[in-house]
């Protein structure tokens, strides 16, 4: 599958793009449970992360993992007036931190040896509002992340490099 041509666009001007950093991964066993920290995953091509309930369901989703950066946290807890946000509440699977994950936006890239593109932003849903309190959905808009596929698998861990390909 080539990158469309919002993605070629987009790539003439991320050259220089630096590397960012892989600071905390999550995982959902099944819907409305809580994430599981862990420290390394195996990503599974054209599927998710072993463990995480979006690999249980059909090959080839766009929606496979949901990336945030760290740096969006922050931003999030000061706009909902909050001391700080666990990751976990977020529900994203991988929290990143360095670079511009809106920057990858129908890009490749690496973390570690896995290769991955960037196929949508990832839209808060109604249950932030839930967990984070009244205005959540409205403060995630444009922090939410983005999503992605996995097209060459293998093995993630917390400190790994995030690279533009």
Known sequence: MGVN???????????DL???R???????PERKVEMQRVLQ????ID???AGDRRCQGSPGSARQVTLINQEHIGVLAKLLMLESIDPAVLRRNLVVSGINLMALRHQRFRIGDVE???TAQCHPCLRMEQALGKGAVAAMLGHGGICAKILKGGVIGVGDEVVKL
């Open 18 to 20: 630096k590397p960012g």
């Open 22 to 28: 892989l600071e905390w991964i999550g995982l959902r």
């Open 116 to 118: 991955f593109e960037a």
């Open 47 to 49: 599927m998710g992360l």
């Open 5 to 15: 041509t919002v993605g070629r666009l987009l790539s003439r001007h991320l050259q």
């Open 41 to 44: 995953v195996e990503a599974i």
